[in-house]
């Protein structure tokens, strides 16, 4: 039981290219999200999917596409990376369906965009 | 949308003393309240939860209170040791969301 998987760890993108942020969770969660974590702003939600096939923004969406085509995967796509897109990215899954209870955090991949 | 408010961002403590983390959030359909400690390059850890019908809840040494009419919850850690040592966060839930504050870095010395 692996719990919530992601991938890359680390990544370096120049500005204006494109990558996947890939996210696994192999507990059966209905819930996923997406979160980004800058200095000194906490975490703030920038997907999340209640299922598969549905997903809807937070607090932070632009430039992030997401889809949710099988109940493990979430991953998050940056179309054309800019500089304020350097951050440190989590992905998070919950066994409720409002997302609430048992929230659990992968490990992170920290995002460098130059 | 919801406004979550945390203090103090550090606080250092001696080992064995306590350390008190306060949050106020301004959306009144919250429902939810965990704590979550985050150690250094690693994702969040839920440490403890409190949910609306609930003034208290203790686990050990760590406790979580919440005054619904004033809006605001707190975390308890009593006789705090050097691996208490991390950042810590409160978060809010409604409407499929978590809003979390911006974090506590707490330092314990031995």
């Known amino acids: 039981n692996a719990g919530v998987t992601q991938t890359p760890k680390f990544q370096v993108l120049k500005t204006g290219q494109s990558m996947t942020l890939q996210c696994a969770q192999d507990m059966n969660h209905e819930y996923m999200s997406w979160y980004r974590q800058d200095p000194g702003m906490g975490l703030r939600l920038i997907h999340y999917s209640v299922g598969a096939g549905i997903t809807d923004q937070g607090e932070v969406p632009n430039g992030y596409n997401v889809s949710r085509s099988t109940t493990e995967d979430f991953p998050l796509r940056l179309l054309s990376a800019a500089p304020s897109q350097t951050s440190v990215y989590f992905c998070?899954?919950?066994?409720?369906?409002?997302?609430?209870?048992?929230?659990?955090f992968g490990s992170g991949t920290r995002l460098t965009v130059v | 949308g919801e406004n979550v408010e945390q203090h103090p961002s550090t606080l250092s403590v001696q080992e064995g003393d306590s350390a008190v983390i306060k949050c106020t959030y301004s959306d009144s359909a919250s429902n939810y309240f965990p704590w979550y400690k985050q150690e250094l390059g690693k994702g969040p850890q839920l440490i403890i939860d409190i949910r609306s019908n609930v003034g208290e809840k203790k686990d050990q040494r760590i406790a979580v209170t919440l005054n619904k009419t004033a809006k605001h919850f707190s975390l308890h850690i009593t006789e705090t040791q050097p691996e208490d040592s991390a950042v810590y966060f409160c978060?809010?839930?409604?409407?499929?969301?978590?809003?979390f504050g911006s974090g506590t870095k707490l330092n314990v010395k031995p």
């Open positions: 978060a809010t839930h409604n409407f499929n969301k978590f809003y």
């Open positions: 998070a899954s919950s066994y409720s369906t409002e997302g609430a209870y048992g929230y659990t």
